[in-house]
């Protein structure tokens, strides 16, 4: 079936270093892509987004790098504050629908 | 713009009991859904809804009824709550209905079933 995992479950990053999480999708239909973090106790927030027409994206501190080849997604993190540390998640979705499917999220643990 | 409101923020019911999870939206979206998420599980759809009138079932929609009398208002209602509906639920929703977008999530509702 269709899926979105996460190659790694929990990353730890020093304070001041930059961060990469990695997402792989399945479904080569799939046409849009959304990086959540997600604080303990709180509901996920949006943090940037990709269509499948570019192969980069830039925020403020974020990237989003899409690989529509081998189907990769990865979120970079520049400067990694304490901050920043929460559950990431990857969703894709994809047509006439506004259904997503969310990966299940890597820890990010940033070290002072 | 409040963004997506849920209530309650926590629940302990009893297996049989029923109750009915809250959610709101004032940013005019089409789009509202539920999700359930449980440990070591990405995000699951329970129930979502295109527009005011109009609901369909997502992945795992047993158990759970929802109904959109309105935009802003999309509540999920257990019918009688077993243990394995123990689960953090998050209500989301999107400007536009019919296309891959962004979704908003409220800060979600935690649910014990004893």
């Known amino acids: 079936g269709e899926s979105v995992g996460l190659h790694l479950p929990t990353l730890s990053v020093q304070e001041g270093d930059n961060s990469i999480i990695n997402c792989a999708y399945s479904?080569?239909?799939?046409?849009?892509f959304i990086w959540y973090k997600q604080e303990s106790g709180k509901g996920p927030q949006f943090i940037i987004d990709?269509?499948?027409?570019?192969d980069k994206r830039q925020g403020q501190r974020v990237t989003v790098l899409l690989n529509k080849t081998v189907k990769h997604l990865s979120l970079q993190i520049a400067a990694t504050q304490p901050g920043d540390s929460a559950v990431y998640f990857c969703?894709?979705?994809?047509?006439?629908?506004?259904?997503?499917?969310f990966g299940t999220g890597t820890l990010l643990a940033v070290q002072p | 713009n409040a963004g997506v409101t849920q209530t309650p923020k926590f629940q302990v019911l009893k297996t049989g009991q029923s109750m009915t999870l809250q959610c709101a939206q004032d940013?005019?979206?089409?789009?509202m859904s539920w999700y359930r998420q449980d440990p070591g599980m990405g995000l699951r759809l329970i129930h979502y809804?295109?527009?005011?009138?109009?609901?369909d079932q997502g992945e795992v929609p047993n158990g759970y009824n929802v109904s959109r009398s309105t935009t802003e208002d999309f509540p999920l209602r257990l019918l009688s709550a077993a243990p394995s509906q123990t689960s953090v639920y998050f209500c989301?929703?999107?400007?536009?209905?019919?296309?891959?977008?962004?979704?908003?999530f409220g800060p979600g509702t935690r649910l014990t079933v004893l």
């Open positions: 990709i269509r499948s027409n570019m």
């Open positions: 479904n080569s239909a799939s046409d849009y």
């Open positions: 940013m005019n979206h089409e789009y």
């Open positions: 969703a894709e979705g994809g047509g006439a629908t506004n259904k997503l499917i």
């Open positions: 989301a929703s999107s400007l536009i209905s019919g296309t891959a977008d962004t979704q908003y």
């Open positions: 809804s295109v527009g005011a009138g109009i609901t």
